[in-house]
């Protein structure tokens, strides 16, 4: 079943755009080696997209065995659904496709129904990232690569003319080369995708501030000890905000270290392509007993 999610996520990236958007129905076919293929004679696989009907909160996608091209012999195999969220005066805001629970695509829309934002998931997490102007022109491209504790990002930014803006390689948003181009195609100079946002005295202080964790008087009493996962957004003013428990250990030391984080003292806001921007960071929170 893995495998199966994964190769119609890789077919559903060529053809994701009029997928999203037709009110038609789509039909995808594969051949035996799961390849997408122009001629239905050939098909072996086939993927039916039906119309999306805005007004419902749910469709379906059903992936069928062809016989000859012909019409699906066979139940399905695999059933995706989309999600449609609407705003309050009735524009679509995003719709998302999921499988068994899982979203393998997250689209975000602007007000006159144009993509915004596309994300492409494998395995809960980003692998292809789409930025698009408002007229449809892609903005930024990101490809994500994780191993270990390495976030890997290629990147690249075109300006609206459609020229290339620029490529870039990063790691855990930190710049390890790049190149900026003009509107002209010429290169000029570089300026990072990601700047991080800075807690006062950097990271070791961030450590130590961390560190210094009260540690509940009930939890040291019952012996209670390990380590909480918290994600917060550093804002555009350097405040945290959207403070979340990512992973607890005990309600004693979850609620410590969820306060330890809304009182951190502020931080130099990070920046996205030279503006100010809401970065998101988990941080862990030991509980030792010595």
């Not at 495998?3 to 559903?12: G, P, S, T, W």
């Not at 379906?60 to 999600?83: D, F, R, T």
């Not at 075109?158 to 790049?178: A, F, M, P």
Request: proline share 4%; hydrophobic share 35%.
């Amino acid at each position: 079943m893995k495998k199966i999610i994964f190769i119609v996520f890789i077919a559903l990236i060529s053809h994701i755009t009029s997928a999203l958007s037709s009110q038609d129905t789509i039909k995808i076919y594969f051949n035996a080696n799961w390849e997408v293929i122009e001629k239905p004679a050939k098909a072996k696989m086939l993927l039916i997209v039906p119309p999306l009907n805005e007004r419902d909160s749910l469709r379906n996608l059903y992936i069928y065995e062809a016989v000859k091209g012909k019409h699906p012999q066979s139940s399905h195999l695999l059933e995706l659904n989309w999600k449609i969220k609407n705003t309050k005066d009735g524009y679509l805001k995003s719709k998302n496709l999921v499988v068994n629970e899982m979203k393998i695509i997250d689209a975000n829309y602007l007000k006159n129904g144009q993509l915004e934002t596309l994300d492409i998931f494998e395995d809960k997490k980003v692998r292809v990232g789409y930025l698009f102007y408002e007229n449809g022109q892609i903005e930024d491209l990101i490809h994500h690569k994780y191993s270990d504790k390495l976030h890997t990002q290629f990147i690249t930014s075109y300006h609206r003319n459609g020229v290339l803006k620029r490529t870039e390689q990063s790691e855990n948003n930190k710049t390890i080369d790049g190149i900026c181009y003009d509107s002209l195609g010429l290169k000029c100079e570089f300026s990072p995708y990601y700047e991080d946002a800075q807690f006062p005295g950097g990271s070791s202080a961030l450590r130590k501030y961390l560190a210094s964790v009260k540690y509940p008087m009930d939890a040291a009493k019952n012996k209670i000890q390990g380590r909480v996962f918290v994600s917060f957004y550093i804002n555009k003013e350097g405040k945290e905000v959207d403070i979340k428990l990512e992973r607890g250990k005990h309600p004693l030391l979850d609620r410590a270290a969820i306060n330890q984080v809304a009182n951190m003292p502020y931080w130099t806001p990070g920046k996205k392509k030279g503006k100010l921007s809401k970065i998101k960071y988990t941080v862990p929170i030991n509980f030792t007993l010595q």
